[in-house]
């Protein structure tokens, strides 16, 4: 069975500072890398979703995949205290029926 | 206002019991999902569907049971309700079925006594 794996599991920076978040798949059939985060007592939200090897910035969130190692980084730089939530790594696959699987998560603290 | 609606938002139910968890979404997509959260799981895809269509079904069980009454609507039954039932359920929406973002509910926490 699939399996996304995350890390680290949680991780904390100051205001302003750059947080690196990773993720890997085991499913070499992904068709993307989706990255959400969830605020607490909210339900998930999509931040971007990336597909192609290299590089991929919308504001201060990048993410970086890496196809042939199927692993994929999101960068978010200047954190803010905002910016603290859970963030998930998805994987959308059409292998055995299409479904997204995500990863357990990175739980981010940014504090001021 | 909210594009996806789920209610109730807390539901508390005896072992043994069914409920249905209510999910509508307005923002005319053509793909539903439910997702299950717990401590154990922290997000774990159920069922996905397309046009009021099942068309993929992670769960194992036969107590989860989507219904679809109309294209926006999709329901979620549990019956034989069991502790370990205990989560926070998600409904999601997506634009189509593959490759779209998905968009998540505010979720239903569900807690079995």
């Known amino acids: 069975q699939q399996k996304v794996q995350q890390s680290p599991e949680s991780l904390s920076v100051p205001e302003g500072g750059m947080a690196s978040l990773n993720c890997t798949s085991s499913?070499?059939?992904?068709?993307y890398f989706w990255w959400y985060r969830q605020h607490s007592g909210e339900g998930p939200k999509a931040l971007m979703s990336i597909f192609s090897d290299g590089d991929k910035k919308e504001g201060r969130f990048t993410a970086h995949l890496n196809k042939a190692s199927l692993h994929v980084s999101l960068h978010i730089r200047d954190s803010q205290p905002s910016d603290s939530a859970l963030y998930f790594c998805?994987?959308?696959?059409?292998?055995?029926?299409?479904?997204?699987?995500f990863g357990s998560g990175t739980r981010l603290l940014v504090s001021p | 206002d909210p594009k996806i609606i789920q209610k109730p938002k807390y539901l508390v139910a005896v072992t043994g019991s069914e409920k249905i968890l209510i999910c509508e979404q307005y923002l005319g997509h053509n793909a539903m999902y439910w997702y299950r959260q717990s401590a154990k799981k922290p997000l774990e895809f159920m069922f996905s569907?397309?046009?009021?269509?099942?068309?993929d079904n992670q769960t194992a069980s036969s107590r989860f049971q989507p219904q679809s009454s109309k294209k926006n609507h999709l329901d979620l039954q549990i019956t034989a309700l069991k502790p370990d039932d205990s989560a926070t359920y998600f409904c999601?929406?997506?634009?189509?079925?593959?490759?779209?973002?998905?968009?998540f509910g505010p979720g239903t926490r569900l807690t079995v006594l």
């Open positions: 999601a929406s997506s634009q189509d079925r593959q490759g779209y973002e998905q968009y």
């Open positions: 569907y397309s046009y009021q269509k099942l068309m």
């Open positions: 499913d070499r059939n992904f068709q």
């Open positions: 998805a994987v959308s696959s059409g292998t055995g029926g299409y479904k997204v699987v």
